[in-house]
């Protein structure tokens, strides 16, 4: 049967979309925080494509910002992608609805086979969906409901699919991620707990757990390179975001860890893996 995180394959590409000057307008996800400052989080979003090319040797492909999708650089809701397959969402905003087109035609490009989400009832945002390399954990939050769950199951039917109670404002990838091929990190906060508790009940497989003093620190990207001999990375919030959680990081030992802000964009409802598409395997070209 193999192991915990052996479908988290080697990757090769990543996907991001450039920030536009529109993102300046979004209100705020948090309150009473400043406004955002645009300039600010084009460079983040810089570093974070230098980061992904640079340091973890990943082919990136950049869609150029549209103004008519404020959120656009949030193209992690748009799509689930399992080797060669990518569900494309359907957002629970349907604002956020036309941000898909774009991320099709580029998964389209790279040769996946795109499965759409025709049925009107279902919502699903790409954050609420967390894999583990065996089984898909899909939250149901304000965000995705229990008809794109189904659909998740439908798409990958060699996976279980489980359904996670998510509650308050966030989404599933929000309060945990994988920190490891056989790690469950998980934020420190009531909701995050109770899913990673839900989880636990949930699978047959066992998986180790790190708790994290912030949420925002589980929303963590573990991937393994497509360069032979060079061990697996996980991007995560590096100090100058999240102080608190870099001591308890350090235990994944098994990781080449790899720090960046996004502070500037977490103002308009960004987490980590929210911001790129990982294609886990080399896609059919």
Sequence with gaps: MGTPGEGLGRCSHALIRGVPESLASVEGAG??????????????????????????????????????????????????????????????????????????????DLGLRIVEMADENATLDGTDVLFTGREFFVGLSKWTNHRGAEIVADTFRDFAVSTVPVSGPSHLRGLCGMGGPRTVVAGSSEAAQKAVRAMAVLTDHPYASLTLPDDAAADCLFLRPGLPGVPPFLLHRGGGDLPNSQEALQKLSDVTLVPVSCSELEKVGAGLSSLCLVLSTRPHS
């Excluded at 656009?72 to 494309?88: F, N």
């Excluded at 629970?92 to 774009?102: H, L, Q, T």
Aim: glycine share 12%; net charge positive; hydrophobic share 40%.
């Design 31 to 108: 309150a009473g925080l400043p406004a955002l400052d645009l300039a600010k989080a084009q460079r983040e979003h810089g570093v974070l494509g230098g980061k992904l090319r640079q340091r973890l040797g990943l082919q990136l492909l950049e869609l150029p910002p549209e103004e008519s999708l404020p959120l656009g650089p949030l193209l992690g809701d748009t799509a689930v992608i399992q080797g060669d397959t990518a569900l494309i969402t359907r957002p629970w905003s349907p604002a956020r609805r036309p941000e898909v087109d774009g991320v099709r035609k580029a998964l389209q």
